[in-house]
């Protein structure tokens, strides 16, 4: 049994684990690191470019995200294209779409009208789109058979839209960490943190192979696993975790760039939408549906066990999905998301979202993409009887932090990181090195 120690370990080889360890390993005097993955390769589940929408969530046509929220996740959106233009060395971890936010039928329009008085201040570039102007943008939402779609239609249009590789940003972020010389850097994989115990000097954590690593400082950024560990170390008792999961369809490139359809303001994740799947040429990928499941990973059926230890039955989490079950569009929608995944009946059912966005869209067209799913960890309250709807983080300045990162946690990645990077220094007695950290993301971490 062999026994390391850190100042610093990361639980999770995600996007959120990878991102620290990047800022840590360049931007700080932190001398040594271990990142822990329980499977084999960087990441394995949600990160990868395969299991989420591949956006850069800047606000401006999520529905779901008012004017505050806009703001607050445009900032992070800021910093992942700073990374990449300016910190990987690799233009292609992202591409640039135009994204539009399209309204269907009269209250549809009127409410993406309504959008664009509230938001379009926050973005320069946003402008809105009447049925010619898309039909000039994305034909194929705009004409059938060679004529105006027959519902009114109405957009808003970003050309400054972009897809991101956000596994390809993880690997690279963890290859930088890993060149940096007079600095421990250790990424241990098919490691899986299973027991954590707090100690004098900090944290003793137990791994699958009888190791132990002790640090003075533990980040776990376990994605749908991040509340159990929390929860055994006493934090966040009051939480469940409610796993939602995502899959995909595939259809023929029949979009140019990213088009979003209206979510309703209640639910905490984007609707539906098609967009060019960045890792396969000629592919247009519609999706995600939202369908909750009892289980930390999709197709992983051993996962229902983690999902039985983060999810309480108590009188809050009941009174959260009563609530949620009693508004009909909710209602409906849970009903709808159940129906994609009913073989035959699924796929005819998932076309009509897809013919909002693509009115001659044809059933044969449309493929379920195998094992194109993700999980996200959306995080009931069960104190205010509440579904969060954003990413949750454990934090009390005693040398841990716990993350819970549903969407759009991935855009959110290096502002999360900050926030990590700037709590880890200042409990370690540690510095950062602002100038280094300004080159690359134009602002100090804060
Ligand atoms: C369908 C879907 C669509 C989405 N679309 C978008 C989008 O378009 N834009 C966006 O910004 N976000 C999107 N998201 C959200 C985004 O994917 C996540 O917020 C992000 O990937 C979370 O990264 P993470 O590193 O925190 O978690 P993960 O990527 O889940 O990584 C956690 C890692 O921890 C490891 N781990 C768990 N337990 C242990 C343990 N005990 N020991 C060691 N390792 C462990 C896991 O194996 C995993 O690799 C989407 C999510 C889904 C599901």
Do not use: W
Request: aromatic share 8%; proline share 4%.
């Amino acid at each position: 049994m062999e026994q390391r120690a850190y100042e610093v370990l990361i639980i999770g080889g995600g996007i959120s684990g990878a991102t620290l360890l990047y800022d840590l390993a360049l931007h700080s005097d932190v001398e040594s690191v271990c990142l822990i993955e329980k499977y084999d390769h960087l990441d394995p589940l949600n990160s990868n470019a395969h299991s989420n929408s591949q956006t850069l969530h800047c606000g401006d046509i999520e529905t779901n995200y008012n004017r505050e929220k806009a703001d607050h996740v445009r900032h992070g959106a800021d910093m992942m294209l700073q990374f990449v233009d300016h910190g990987s060395g690799d233009p292609s971890l992202k591409r640039n779409y135009g994204k539009m936010l399209l309204g269907v039928g009269e209250e549809e329009v009127a409410s993406v009208q309504k959008r664009f008085a509230s938001i379009s201040d926050l973005y320069p570039s946003l402008i809105e789109v009447d049925a010619d102007a898309i039909a000039d943008i994305e034909p194929n939402v705009a004409i059938v058979d060679g004529k105006q779609r027959a519902e009114p239609i109405f957009g808003l249009y970003n050309p400054e839209g972009y897809a991101i590789d956000y596994g390809r940003v993880t690997e690279n972020c963890v290859a930088q960490a890993q060149g940096v010389e007079d600095k421990t850097i250790d990424i241990c994989l098919s490691t899986e943190a299973k027991k954590i115990t707090r100690t004098d000097d900090g944290f003793e954590v137990s791994v699958n192979n009888g190791d132990t690593i002790h640090c003075k400082f533990l980040v776990v950024s376990a994605g749908t696993y991040s509340l159990h560990l929390a929860q055994t170390m006493g934090k966040g008792k009051h939480f469940s975790v409610l796993p939602i999961s995502g899959s995909f369809y595939f259809a023929p490139e029949v979009l140019n760039g990213k088009v979003y359809t209206v979510q309703n303001p209640k639910l905490p994740f984007a609707a539906v939408h098609g967009d060019p799947d960045m890792t396969k040429a000629g592919v247009t990928r519609f999706g995600p549906t939202a369908l909750m499941l009892p289980v930390l990973e999709r197709f992983n059926s051993k996962t229902a066990l983690g999902f039985m230890e983060s999810f309480h039955f108590s009188t809050g989490t009941a009174k959260t999905l009563f609530h949620l079950m009693k508004d009909k569009d909710i209602r409906e929608f849970i009903y709808k998301n159940i129906g994609y995944e009913i073989p035959v009946h699924g796929k005819k059912s998932f076309l009509k979202e897809v013919l909002k966005i693509v009115p001659s869209m044809k059933l044969d067209d449309l493929d379920f993409a195998d094992h194109t799913t993700g999980v996200r960890p959306q995080l009931i309250d069960e104190k205010n009887a509440e579904l969060l709807m954003g990413a949750a983080k454990f934090s009390d300045g005693d040398g841990v932090i716990f993350n819970m990162t549903p969407s759009p946690g991935a855009t959110s990645a290096f502002a999360n990181a900050a926030e990590d990077l700037v709590t880890v220094t200042k409990y370690l007695g540690r510095t950062i090195h602002q100038e280094s950290y300004k080159d690359v993301f134009q602002v100090n971490a804060t």
